[in-house]
Each structure stands twice: as C-alpha cells, then as structure tokens.
C-alpha cells in the first residue's frame, strides 16, 4: 500500500513539458541576448568613458587626417654623424650610436647654410629609449603596463593598461592622443583614444593626469640638446609620419 502511494505521489510529481513553440521563443531569446552582448562588448569601454564625463568627439583617424603634416627638409651636403650624445633635462643623458632599426643621426647644413642634425626615430627605437630613461615603457610603473607608442602623421598616440582609481581600478587600455602643434616644437593634447574612438573633455580627476602627460612631453622636447664632434645643437622642429619621427636640430 506504501508503495503504491509513493508511485502516485511521483506521478502527480511530474514536471510541465512545454510545448515546442515555447522552447523555440526560450531559445530565440537567448541566442538573441547573446549576439547583443558580443556586438555591444566593444562599446563597453566608450560608455563608461561617457558615464564619467568624457564627450565623444568622433574617431582618432580623422585626428590625423586632418593635420597639417609638412615633410621634413632634406640636409645638404649630407653625412651620417658618429657617436653623438643626447640631453634630455629631466630625464638625464643617452650616448648614441647609428643604429638603422632605430634610429639615425646625420650632419649636413640647412637651405639658408645653417649647421643642423637630422635626428630619425623609428617607433621601436622610441620605445627603446623610453624604456631606459622612463618607468613608463618598462612595465615598472605603478599605473601603466604595456606601453605602445604609436605614431602617425603629425602626431603620436601612446598606448598603455592603465590601471586608475577614477576607473574604478579595473585595467583599461587607453590611448593618450597629441599631435604637433603649429610652432612645430610642441605637443598638444586632442584626446583619449578608446577602441579607436575619441573622447574629449576628461572629467576633473583626469585631466591632472593627461595634463601630466602633456606636460612631460612637452619638458622632454624643449630640453632635447645632442652634442656631437664638439658641437651642441638644439631642436629646431619635429616632423612625424606614420612611421618616423624626425627632429632637426640646429
């Protein structure tokens, strides 16, 4: 008898089947939601950038299509230079050698006869020099892991992780955008690249920090001095393309 009843109460147990049309639209909702979250995952980052109080301010590619970016002038009576000693205030002094992959110093005279030294960066050996003058490109730095330093006609974009408290502590890549501005000696600031989209007007806990980085660029570039076969030379203009970055230097 026990048992029969325990049969019973299983039987009346049993859970509601649903029909097939209910499974499809389960299963249709789903996969829906799904797709949603993958298309919207890149534009996560741009959202919470707005949510802070950055402005989107349309793509970092149209930045550069934009600048005025004249090529650097070619040196007369050109000859590769020898060993040539780089000053860079702040961040102390680098003896240099020509180094193809990296960069190139060569000796010649300007159009209206004046002594000068093209100085030629490529972005590795940017990020060659950085990593021995900086903590920023060393991955030594409390705030910014896996620094990049990307350059593109008229300008640079320097990449890194960056970890901050105002992003609520969670990593994030980030590009800081500065393009060379008219006087040709200095770096201005346009914005923050995230996923490739440009984001101005960096609320206040911010903007200390991209000023920080303005800043420091700005202090690196007006100290440059190199020094070589006993002759000083200081930065006439900076010059960039896709590719390098050239000083001439007088």
């Not at 499974?23 to 741009?46: I, N, Q, R, T, Y």
């Not at 180094?99 to 190139?104: E, F, G, V």
């Not at 950085?130 to 990307?150: A, V």
Request: proline content about 7%; glycine content about 10%.
């Amino acid at each position: 008898m026990g048992v029969e009843r325990y049969v019973s109460n299983r039987s009346r147990m049993r859970l509601p089947v649903l029909p097939c049309g209910c499974l499809a639209l389960f299963a249709g909702c789903l996969l829906a939601f799904a797709v949603g979250f993958v298309l919207l995952l890149p534009s996560l980052p741009g959202i919470a950038a707005q949510l802070i109080g950055f402005r989107p301010s349309g793509d970092v590619d149209s930045v550069f299509e934009q600048a005025n970016n004249p090529a650097p002038p070619t040196l007369q009576n050109a000859a590769p230079a020898g060993q040539v000693t780089l000053q860079l205030g702040g961040y102390g002094e680098q003896i240099l050698n020509n180094s193809p992959q990296l960069y190139n110093f060569t000796l010649g005279t300007t159009g209206a006869g004046t002594q000068a030294v093209s100085v030629t960066f490529t972005e590795p050996g940017l990020m060659e020099l950085c990593r021995q003058r900086t903590t920023l490109c060393s991955n030594t730095h409390p705030q910014f892991r896996n620094t990049q330093i990307d350059l593109r006609p008229g300008g640079v974009v320097l990449y890194a992780d960056a970890t901050l408290p105002q992003l609520g502590g969670a990593s994030q890549r980030l590009g800081i955008v500065l393009r060379v501005d008219g006087t040709g000696r200095r770096f201005q600031f346009v914005g923050v690249d995230i996923n490739g989209g440009l984001f101005t007007s960096p609320p206040p806990e911010l903007s200390s920090l991209v000023l920080d980085f303005e800043r420091a660029a700005n202090e690196a570039v007006a100290q440059v001095t190199l020094e070589t076969g006993g002759s000083l030379y200081a930065l006439s203009r900076i010059f960039i393309d896709d590719s390098v970055a050239t000083l001439i230097l007088e």
